[in-house]
């Protein structure tokens, strides 16, 4: 099987960040606080009680609850 990478441009390709060990991921349209894109997941960190998702255009949108 070829390597992704190989396929893609580098600027095409973006790896997958690992999710910190304290923090799940939710499947649910979220929309970016600077552009007007949208992503399909976000991050949730329960020992921070935040919220976090980065558009594919790299703004990052973060809530604080709890």
């Known amino acids: ?3 992704l990478k190989d396929i893609f441009d580098d600027e095409e390709f ?3 960040k690992p999710v910190p060990e ?3 991921s939710i499947t ?5 606080s ?3 894109l949208y992503v ?6 329960n020992t921070n009680f935040e919220m ?3 558009c594919k255009d790299g703004h990052e949108t973060r ?4």
Request: aromatic share 14%.
């Open 40 to 45: 399909d997941s976000y991050l949730v960190d």
């Open 52 to 54: 976090y998702w980065t």
């Open 34 to 36: 600077k552009c007007d």
């Open 1 to 3: 099987m070829p390597n």
């Open 14 to 16: 973006i790896e997958a």
């Open 28 to 32: 649910q349209m979220r929309p970016c």
């Open 22 to 24: 304290n923090t799940i």
């Open 63 to 66: 809530h604080r609850f709890g």
